[in-house]
Protein backbone atom coordinates (compact mmCIF):
# COMPACT_ATOMS: atom_id res chain seq x y z
CA UNK A 1 0.00 0.00 0.00
CA UNK A 2 0.93 3.67 -0.63
CA UNK A 3 1.97 5.99 2.77
CA UNK A 4 3.44 9.13 2.95
CA UNK A 5 4.85 10.15 6.72
CA UNK A 6 5.76 13.52 8.27
CA UNK A 7 7.28 12.37 11.32
CA UNK A 8 7.51 16.11 12.88
CA UNK A 9 4.33 17.29 13.83
CA UNK A 10 6.04 20.89 14.49
CA UNK A 11 9.59 22.38 13.48
CA UNK A 12 10.89 25.77 15.20
CA UNK A 13 13.51 27.58 13.42
CA UNK A 14 14.88 31.06 13.77
CA UNK A 15 14.91 33.39 10.88
CA UNK A 16 17.25 33.51 8.74
CA UNK A 17 18.60 29.78 9.63
CA UNK A 18 18.20 26.97 6.72
CA UNK A 19 14.85 24.97 7.36
CA UNK A 20 13.94 21.26 6.20
CA UNK A 21 10.72 19.78 6.98
CA UNK A 22 10.82 15.63 6.61
CA UNK A 23 8.69 13.57 4.93
CA UNK A 24 9.12 9.97 4.12
CA UNK A 25 6.99 7.71 1.47
CA UNK A 26 6.52 4.36 0.39
CA UNK A 27 5.14 3.67 -3.35
CA UNK A 28 5.01 0.93 -5.66
CA UNK A 29 6.54 2.11 -8.97
CA UNK A 30 7.71 5.64 -9.68
CA UNK A 31 6.62 8.36 -7.11
CA UNK A 32 4.98 11.19 -7.70
CA UNK A 33 5.39 13.67 -5.14
CA UNK A 34 3.91 17.02 -3.85
CA UNK A 35 4.62 19.90 -1.45
CA UNK A 36 1.68 22.18 -0.24
CA UNK A 37 1.84 25.08 2.34
CA UNK A 38 -1.41 26.34 4.48
CA UNK A 39 -1.64 29.45 5.82
CA UNK A 40 -3.93 30.28 8.47
CA UNK A 41 -7.61 30.12 7.65
CA UNK A 42 -6.58 30.09 3.74
CA UNK A 43 -6.50 26.84 1.46
CA UNK A 44 -3.96 24.72 0.24
CA UNK A 45 -0.98 26.09 -2.06
CA UNK A 46 1.34 24.28 -3.99
CA UNK A 47 4.84 24.89 -3.94
CA UNK A 48 6.59 21.94 -5.81
CA UNK A 49 6.39 18.69 -7.20
CA UNK A 50 8.68 15.65 -8.29
CA UNK A 51 7.87 14.00 -11.64
CA UNK A 52 11.61 12.59 -13.00
CA UNK A 53 14.55 13.88 -13.63
CA UNK A 54 17.03 16.08 -11.03
CA UNK A 55 16.47 15.22 -7.86
CA UNK A 56 16.64 18.57 -6.40
CA UNK A 57 13.24 20.10 -7.05
CA UNK A 58 12.66 24.02 -6.87
CA UNK A 59 9.49 25.85 -6.63
CA UNK A 60 7.55 29.05 -5.46
CA UNK A 61 8.90 30.99 -2.38
CA UNK A 62 12.38 29.85 -2.63
CA UNK A 63 11.55 26.38 -1.42
CA UNK A 64 12.83 23.44 -2.92
CA UNK A 65 12.76 19.60 -2.32
CA UNK A 66 15.37 16.86 -2.36
CA UNK A 67 14.63 13.49 -3.32
CA UNK A 68 16.19 10.84 -2.34
CA UNK A 69 15.29 7.47 -3.61
CA UNK A 70 17.54 5.33 -1.64
CA UNK A 71 16.24 6.75 1.63
CA UNK A 72 12.20 7.18 0.10
CA UNK A 73 12.76 10.52 1.15
CA UNK A 74 11.27 14.21 0.11
CA UNK A 75 12.76 16.61 2.59
CA UNK A 76 11.68 20.59 1.84
CA UNK A 77 13.98 22.90 2.46
CA UNK A 78 15.10 27.07 2.52
CA UNK A 79 18.20 27.81 2.72
CA UNK A 80 17.15 31.09 5.03
CA UNK A 81 13.91 30.85 6.74
CA UNK A 82 11.42 33.97 6.74
CA UNK A 83 9.01 34.57 10.02
CA UNK A 84 6.11 34.69 6.91
CA UNK A 85 7.02 31.13 5.91
CA UNK A 86 5.62 29.88 9.54
CA UNK A 87 2.57 27.90 8.27
CA UNK A 88 1.58 24.13 8.07
CA UNK A 89 3.34 21.91 4.99
CA UNK A 90 1.72 19.17 3.51
CA UNK A 91 3.54 16.03 1.45
CA UNK A 92 1.51 14.10 -0.68
CA UNK A 93 2.45 10.88 -2.78
CA UNK A 94 0.47 9.86 -6.07
CA UNK A 95 -1.46 6.78 -5.27
CA UNK A 96 -0.70 4.52 -8.35
CA UNK A 97 -3.24 1.60 -7.31
CA UNK A 98 -6.07 3.90 -6.84
CA UNK A 99 -6.46 5.69 -9.78
CA UNK A 100 -4.51 8.11 -9.34
CA UNK A 101 -5.36 9.61 -5.74
CA UNK A 102 -3.42 11.88 -3.63
CA UNK A 103 -2.26 9.96 -0.06
CA UNK A 104 -1.29 13.17 2.29
CA UNK A 105 0.72 13.35 4.95
CA UNK A 106 -0.87 14.72 8.28
CA UNK A 107 0.97 17.90 7.98
CA UNK A 108 4.31 19.90 9.78
CA UNK A 109 3.23 22.80 11.86
CA UNK A 110 6.77 25.12 10.96
CA UNK A 111 7.22 27.91 13.46
CA UNK A 112 9.76 30.66 12.32
CA UNK A 113 11.01 32.78 15.14
CA UNK A 114 12.09 36.21 14.75
CA UNK B 1 -12.04 36.43 -9.69
CA UNK B 2 -9.11 33.67 -10.37
CA UNK B 3 -8.27 30.87 -9.26
CA UNK B 4 -10.62 28.20 -7.06
CA UNK B 5 -13.39 30.13 -4.68
CA UNK B 6 -16.12 28.86 -2.40
CA UNK B 7 -18.78 30.36 -0.50
CA UNK B 8 -19.67 30.47 2.10
CA UNK B 9 -16.59 30.80 4.41
CA UNK B 10 -17.70 30.26 7.79
CA UNK B 11 -20.90 28.07 8.31
CA UNK B 12 -22.46 27.13 11.35
CA UNK B 13 -25.73 24.54 11.44
CA UNK B 14 -27.69 22.66 13.53
CA UNK B 15 -27.88 18.77 12.89
CA UNK B 16 -31.45 19.20 11.29
CA UNK B 17 -30.48 21.73 9.01
CA UNK B 18 -30.43 21.43 4.62
CA UNK B 19 -27.15 23.75 3.45
CA UNK B 20 -25.06 23.74 0.50
CA UNK B 21 -21.32 24.48 -0.06
CA UNK B 22 -20.36 26.16 -3.29
CA UNK B 23 -17.29 25.81 -5.30
CA UNK B 24 -16.39 27.43 -8.64
CA UNK B 25 -13.00 27.13 -10.70
CA UNK B 26 -11.76 29.39 -13.45
CA UNK B 27 -8.94 27.75 -14.02
CA UNK B 28 -10.49 26.10 -16.94
CA UNK B 29 -9.75 22.16 -15.68
CA UNK B 30 -11.92 18.95 -15.98
CA UNK B 31 -11.57 18.16 -12.78
CA UNK B 32 -13.03 19.28 -9.36
CA UNK B 33 -12.80 17.69 -5.90
CA UNK B 34 -13.73 17.67 -2.30
CA UNK B 35 -11.68 16.94 0.65
CA UNK B 36 -12.53 17.53 4.57
CA UNK B 37 -9.66 18.64 6.06
CA UNK B 38 -9.66 17.55 10.59
CA UNK B 39 -7.31 18.91 13.12
CA UNK B 40 -4.06 17.26 12.51
CA UNK B 41 -5.46 14.03 10.49
CA UNK B 42 -4.32 13.80 6.77
CA UNK B 43 -7.08 15.35 3.96
CA UNK B 44 -9.53 13.05 3.82
CA UNK B 45 -10.85 12.60 -0.43
CA UNK B 46 -14.51 12.40 -0.38
CA UNK B 47 -15.08 12.57 -3.85
CA UNK B 48 -13.84 13.57 -7.26
CA UNK B 49 -15.70 14.99 -10.41
CA UNK B 50 -14.50 14.59 -14.08
CA UNK B 51 -15.85 16.59 -16.56
CA UNK B 52 -18.83 16.61 -14.48
CA UNK B 53 -19.13 13.08 -13.88
CA UNK B 54 -18.81 11.37 -10.27
CA UNK B 55 -15.81 8.95 -10.51
CA UNK B 56 -14.27 8.81 -6.95
CA UNK B 57 -16.95 8.40 -3.87
CA UNK B 58 -14.83 7.35 -0.95
CA UNK B 59 -17.70 5.75 1.63
CA UNK B 60 -18.48 9.08 2.35
CA UNK B 61 -22.25 9.29 4.14
CA UNK B 62 -25.41 9.53 2.25
CA UNK B 63 -25.37 12.91 4.36
CA UNK B 64 -23.23 14.57 2.13
CA UNK B 65 -24.62 14.90 -1.36
CA UNK B 66 -22.38 16.50 -4.01
CA UNK B 67 -23.84 17.87 -7.44
CA UNK B 68 -21.36 19.20 -10.29
CA UNK B 69 -23.40 20.55 -12.98
CA UNK B 70 -20.63 22.39 -14.88
CA UNK B 71 -17.34 21.74 -15.59
CA UNK B 72 -16.82 25.19 -13.44
CA UNK B 73 -19.11 24.68 -10.64
CA UNK B 74 -18.79 21.91 -7.63
CA UNK B 75 -21.86 21.66 -5.03
CA UNK B 76 -21.74 20.05 -1.33
CA UNK B 77 -25.24 19.67 -0.33
CA UNK B 78 -25.51 18.90 3.85
CA UNK B 79 -28.48 17.49 5.61
CA UNK B 80 -28.63 16.17 9.27
CA UNK B 81 -24.94 16.35 9.92
CA UNK B 82 -23.52 15.23 12.94
CA UNK B 83 -21.01 17.44 15.36
CA UNK B 84 -18.23 15.10 14.20
CA UNK B 85 -18.42 16.77 10.65
CA UNK B 86 -17.69 19.93 11.86
CA UNK B 87 -14.02 20.64 9.91
CA UNK B 88 -12.64 22.48 6.98
CA UNK B 89 -13.89 21.25 3.58
CA UNK B 90 -11.43 21.89 0.92
CA UNK B 91 -12.32 22.07 -3.17
CA UNK B 92 -9.62 22.01 -5.70
CA UNK B 93 -9.81 21.57 -9.25
CA UNK B 94 -7.39 19.96 -11.98
CA UNK B 95 -6.77 19.90 -15.32
CA UNK B 96 -7.27 15.88 -15.67
CA UNK B 97 -8.06 13.56 -12.91
CA UNK B 98 -6.07 10.62 -14.91
CA UNK B 99 -2.27 11.89 -14.97
CA UNK B 100 -0.12 10.73 -12.03
CA UNK B 101 1.97 14.59 -12.22
CA UNK B 102 -1.63 16.53 -12.72
CA UNK B 103 -1.60 19.29 -9.58
CA UNK B 104 -4.42 19.94 -7.76
CA UNK B 105 -5.00 23.73 -6.78
CA UNK B 106 -7.17 24.37 -3.93
CA UNK B 107 -10.19 27.00 -2.54
CA UNK B 108 -10.01 28.85 0.47
CA UNK B 109 -12.08 26.39 2.48
CA UNK B 110 -15.73 26.64 3.98
CA UNK B 111 -15.24 26.50 7.87
CA UNK B 112 -18.30 24.21 9.12
CA UNK B 113 -19.63 23.98 12.48
CA UNK B 114 -22.36 21.67 13.47
CA UNK B 115 -24.37 21.94 16.53
Known amino acids: AQSVAQPEDQVNVAEGNPLTVKCTYSVSGNPYLFWYVQYPNRGLQFLLKYITGDNLVKGSYGFEAEFNKSQTSFHLKKPSALVSDSALYFCAVRDMDSNYQLIWGAGTKLIIKP | ETGVTQTPRHLVMGMTNKKSLKCEQH?????MYWYKQSAKKPLELMFV???????ENNSVPSRFSPECPNSSHLFLHLHTLQPEDSALYLC??????????????FGPGTRLTVL
Open chain 2, 92 to 105: ASSQDRAGPTDTQY
Open chain 2, 27 to 31: LGHNA
Open chain 2, 49 to 55: YSLEERV
